[in-house]
């Protein structure tokens, strides 16, 4: 028996294809196939890679909100200052009026006793009505009494002599709210001229003269301690 050879698988042929029509002439491609064909997309191009960034500016404060806080602290420090200025004032005011009433005081103390020395022949009346004129309460009680000022007149006119006194010195000693009045100790140097033009020597006096202030903040001799200002 013989054995038959396998057949030779061949390749298949590929047949070639071409599209029905005469040789030579372009094929046409049906417009169906053409309206079905997608045109080739274009794919689109990569992002620039951004350059690296450096560091952030710093942040800017809220500029309407600084000006705000500084014109506020403005305002505070110029109403503190005003302020300042008008306790500082009203003080030195009160400090001034305080001093002035003091002196006055003295003042008045000065002039009652000067009044009350001083004299001349030709102005004796005069001399004693203003020392009587320039006092109050208990000194003016004295005076009234007895025909007093006529007397002290009387009395002028016999020395033949005038009078002048010379303060020497004159302090607050301290002072009475609740009665308005003050202790003024006041030093008095008295000199005499008698009728033939001689000096006779000076005589020192200390007196403690009570000043008052009325409601009117007029000031008069109150009262006097005589002679060397009494205890």
């Known amino acids: 028996m013989v054995e038959q050879e396998p057949a030779t698988t061949r390749p298949a042929r590929r047949r070639a294809f071409r599209a029905a029509g005469p040789v030579g002439v372009p094929a046409q491609v049906p417009e169906q196939a053409v309206r079905h064909v997608s045109a080739p997309v274009a794919k689109p191009a990569a992002p620039p890679t951004p350059a690296p960034l450096g560091p952030l500016p710093p942040r800017r404060p809220h500029v309407a909100r600084v000006v705000q806080v500084g014109v506020a602290a403005a305002l505070i420090a110029a109403i503190a200052l005003v302020t300042v200025v008008a306790v500082l004032w009203v003080q030195h005011r009160d400090a001034e009026a305080v001093q002035a009433r003091q002196q ?49 007149k009387a009395i002028f006119r016999d020395t033949n002599a005038t009078s002048e006194a010379v303060i020497s010195g004159a302090a607050l000693e301290k002072i009475d709210e609740t009665g308005g009045t003050a202790a003024v100790l006041v030093s008095v140097r008295v000199t005499v001229t008698d009728i033939d033009g001689v000096n006779k020597p000076s005589q020192p006096y200390r007196m403690r003269v009570i000043v008052r202030e009325d409601d009117n903040g007029h000031m008069t001799g109150y009262d006097l301690k005589y002679p060397e200002g009494g205890n």
């Open 104 to 152: 006055r005081f003295v003042d008045t103390a000065s002039q009652t006793v000067m009044n009350m020395f001083s004299y001349d022949q030709e102005s004796i009346d005069e001399s004693v009505n203003r020392f009587v004129d320039g006092t109050s309460g208990p000194l003016r009680d004295m005076l009234s009494q007895n025909n007093n000022v006529d007397n002290l």
